[in-house]
């Protein structure tokens, strides 16, 4: 019979397309959700990405164009955005899409000579997976970097972008089996289909357990008031939102068992859709503002939810200085830098300056962002590896969870080639005598572990030499040394910014003055303090966080070195405020 020919025929046609990695086009077009992470170099990946794989004949979902429904809620989709599998999942499966695609983007910016012209070197890294929805197996996964060169930094990194876009989606598109079989599209209903009994179960719990054994709903009058969540923006205990932006996204969920008359924020009128979500921009003028939100269902119950938003004034004055007063923590400090050392190290010319006008600096910021600034500076003689492990323990070890712990250190940094640990030299220690005097940083790494179990907000900013620079002058270096953040990378809750990379000197200069009369810093000090001076204040908010601060300095030591030397920042925490300005340092 010629019938079962042609079937085998037709499989064996199918099979050579399937491993051949060719695409077998069903009747509708493939979706896929699309997501990456990391702020605004994550919207642009997103948009380039989403470009090459429309025209490629997919349908792309992106979480933040997704609404709410009854089977997936608003937090769902916003932790969607942020890259939680789970929720990209649930996204994925209630968009139809069969497929996700989950990246996280960094590019960073350095100068390079080239013909004479000073050009700007962009290099972004994405990480991504490529997952089924269905299993939640990962099909795909891997790290690429992508570099360009140009007169600008932004050209620079829409160069970096273009790179990646091409390589990723080509890869992708052409190696990965990505059509949906009918087998493929079975397990994806089973799996949305999972999805909505769950939530049919929690709501039926939720249900009973509101209303008294034995009533129901259509033998019982609702007396109940609506219930109002608000998701976002999230207030503290005071029912105060502080705020650095223009615009606030006010969004939630109305619950209530009988239907309602309306709701509204401050008097007008406000969409909920079928399951009681809602979502409103504010545009926000200076100064608190006080929401009131409002629910009315048909029974007659009412229900209200008030907090206010206050958004920093500009300027110094009163206002300012009431916003800023809102929720001040205090800063504590210690500042240490050793320029002359009391053995046979090589002296340097500006790490006790850089200790102290940092030092200066930060007291100065009393009564801005923060409430109190208890600053210690040790130099010189002062420091041995003793005194700083038992200052950080007594003096920083009186701040409390809320406050902010800032530790500054500027001098010699060497590895010791036998132990091959990295180590501070102290005023008393040399190479000699490393073991015995100089501050181990496992022992460092251990204060500031036992300091972070009581405080959330830990800062270390180390302008010292991080690897083999041969030593000698303007260079804070001997011997050896290794990558200081390898060493740190147990830490939690901390922001470290270093001076310099694995293999970079950090380097100091006469040049390098703050004002008429200074004698001269280090090149990461004097950058460090030129960005806190507000230069780093790129949104033009008068409020200078970790992130903008990090992306200053990043920016500004290579210029000034020519080159040489390549600031390091981690965060292992949200962007944090960190300098208000509004009153001259």
């Known amino acids: 019979m010629p019938f079962p020919c042609v079937h085998i025929l037709q499989m ?138 140009n007169r600008s930094s932004d050209e620079a990194r829409q160069g970096a972008l273009e790179k990646m876009r091409t390589e990723i989606t080509e890869t992708l598109i052409r190696k990965i089996p990505i059509e949906l079989t009918s087998c493929h599209e079975k397990a994806i209903e089973e799996y949305r289909k999972s999805l909505e009994r769950e939530k049919q179960r929690q709501t039926a719990s939720s ?28 207030q503290n205990d005071r029912d105060l939102v502080l705020t650095l932006k223009n615009l606030e996204i006010i969004e939630g969920q109305v619950k209530d068992d009988s239907p309602l008359v309306f709701f509204r924020i401050n008097n007008e ?8 979500f809602f979502s409103k921009a504010i545009v926000l003028k200076k100064g608190d503002c006080k929401f ?29 200085r009431a916003w800023a007063t809102a929720k001040m923590p205090t800063l504590w400090g210690l500042s240490i830098g050793v320029s002359k050392y009391g053995s046979t190290a090589v002296d340097l010319k500006y790490a006790h300056l850089d200790a102290q006008s940092l030092s200066r600096f930060l007291k100065d910021q009393e009564g801005n962002l923060f409430k109190e600034v208890h600053f210690k500076t040790l130099v010189n003689q002062e420091v ?58 496992s022992d460092f790494n251990e204060a500031i572990n036992i300091l972070s179990k009581n405080v959330r907000k830990v800062i270390v900013a180390m302008d010292t030499c991080h690897a083999g620079a041969i030593g000698g002058s303007g260079e804070r270096a001997m011997g050896g040394g290794e990558d200081l953040t390898r060493v740190l990378e147990a830490a939690s809750g901390r922001f470290i910014l270093a001076a310099s990379k694995g293999g970079e000197a950090s380097l100091e200069n006469e040049k390098f ?72 340092p």
């Not at 033998?219 to 219930?227: G, I, L, Q, S």
């Not at 907090?307 to 300027?315: C, E, I, Q, T, V």
């Not at 492990?389 to 007594?394: D, P, Q, R, Y």
């Open 12 to 149: 064996l046609v199918f099979l050579f397309f399937f491993f051949a990695g060719v695409p077998i086009h069903a009747g509708e077009p493939r979706k896929i959700l699309l997501t990456v992470a990391e702020g605004e170099q994550g919207r642009d990946a997103e948009s380039l990405l989403a470009k090459d794989f429309i025209g490629s004949g997919f349908q792309v979902v992106l979480p933040e164009h997704m609404t709410p429904s009854k089977w997936i809620t608003a937090r769902d989709l916003s932790e969607a955005t942020k890259g939680k599998v789970c929720k990209l999942r649930k996204a994925a499966a209630f968009s139809g899409a069969g497929l996700i695609f989950e990246g996280r983007i960094r590019t960073t910016f350095n100068s390079e000579e080239l013909l004479g012209m000073k050009m700007e070197k962009a290099v972004t890294t994405i990480t991504y997976k490529l997952l089924s929805t269905a299993s939640g197996k990962i099909l795909k996964t891997d790290c690429k970097t992508f570099r360009e060169v």
């Open 207 to 234: 249900t009973s357990e509101s209303r008294p054994s034995g009533q129901s709903k259509s033998t019982t009058r609702d007396t109940v008031p609506p219930e109002i969540i608000l998701i976002s923006p999230v």
């Open 269 to 276: 009128d406000t969409e909920v859709n079928g399951d009681g």
């Open 292 to 320: 009131i939100l409002e629910a009315l269902d048909n029974a007659g119950n009412r229900a209200i939810k008030e907090f206010s938003l206050s958004r920093k004034p500009n300027g110094s004055g009163p206002e300012a």
């Open 384 to 441: 041995t590896r003793d005194v700083v492990l038992k200052t950080i323990s007594s003096h920083l070890g009186k701040a409390s969870e809320n406050d902010v712990a800032f530790i500054f250190i500027a001098g010699h940094g060497i590895k010791h080639s036998q132990t091959g640990s990295y180590y501070f030299m102290p005023y008393d220690a040399d190479f000699n005598t490393a073991l015995s005097k100089g501050l181990r940083m």
């Open 513 to 584: 003055k703050l004002h008429e009369g200074d004698s001269g810093h280090g090149a990461f000090t004097y950058a460090l303090i030129k960005g806190m001076s507000g230069e780093s204040d790129y949104d033009g908010d008068l409020c200078i966080t970790l992130q903008e601060l990090s992306h200053y300095v990043a920016k500004q030591v290579p210029r000034l070195t020519d080159g040489c030397q390549h600031p390091y920042f981690r965060s292992e925490g949200t962007d944090m405020p960190f300098i208000l300005l509004g009153k001259e």
